[in-house]
């Protein structure tokens, strides 16, 4: 989770001070939403329209985690607004999730060129596609005033994004099967596939709330929570095959049935843990009373 150096930069975070006693009151009551920068009446309040479009201040971060630590340190009301809305910075503003992605586009290509196992080589090419599509929808978002121009072209690339992301989840039982069969794998390809499959759960938070805020841009917010929350079921079945897979080659460990790979699982088990109990990706995958994420407003920039 940490964050690399060349992303030490400014970005836009929720003014808390200017945010107007009608909007404060909604939150306290839990009366409010809040997407893509803009607060709106919720659901079930007796109210329909825009409270307020969300003020912002900038500032400057070195990482998520210092991000995450700022905005705890709002107000009860506003700290859920202000968390999302910094790690949503982070997606659009930053290089955070484009190194990501870097990352594993450059193990994608390791495994295809090593493993050419036809179901390995089809479901590579679905999750370069995702990836793709993941940073094309970063690019859509980065210019707010573009809201109304991106609209044709987000309602495909949301649906293919999806459909793409599902294939790449699907995927994660099919290569930690690959990785059970230990004695199949060179030292270098069992740890070539479980840090692929690590990094797969690692970038598909980033990957579900980049949607998020793309259907939010569009003006589709029902939509837009479906896709989080629909996302965050997939992603939660996806880590418990994981944790399963871990699991398992723990007890092979304890056996030591494992053989000279236990020095790999040893350094894979250790990055597990932090994933797992990653709050960042919790806070991605949530929809908390005083929600969620964004850009600054034109007049921001």
Known sequence: MNATVDLLQKIWVLDEAAL???????????????????????????KKGIIQHLPFKETAIKSAEEAIKAAQMTTV?????????????????????????????????????DLHAQNIVYYMDKITDYIG?????????????????????????????AAKRNHALSFIDNILNLARNTQELSNRHYELVINFAHMMMEIMPLGIHTEYLLASRIGK?????????????????AMGLYKGFLNEQHRALVRGSIGDKAEIFHRIEHKAEQLIGSEENRLLLSLPSGRLAVEPPDHAR
């Not at 917010?221 to 079945?237: F, H, K, M, S, V």
């Open 20 to 46: 107007s006693d009608k909007l404060r009151e909604a939150l306290a009551s839990g009366k409010a939403v809040i997407h893509d920068g803009v607060a709106y009446w919720a659901e079930g309040s007796g």
């Open 77 to 113: 009301i506003a700290t859920a607004a202000s968390t999302c809305i910094i790690l949503g910075a982070l997606i659009i503003q930053t290089r955070y999730l484009a190194a990501k992605l870097d990352r594993i586009q450059s193990t994608v290509d390791e495994i295809s060129r």
């Open 133 to 161: 599509g993941v940073e094309v929808a970063r690019t859509l978002l980065k210019d707010r005033s573009l809201a109304d121009e991106i609209r044709e072209v987000a309602y495909p690339l949301l649906a293919s994004v």
């Open 221 to 237: 917010p029902r939509l837009a929570e479906q896709i989080l929350l629909d996302g965050t079921q997939r992603y939660e079945a």
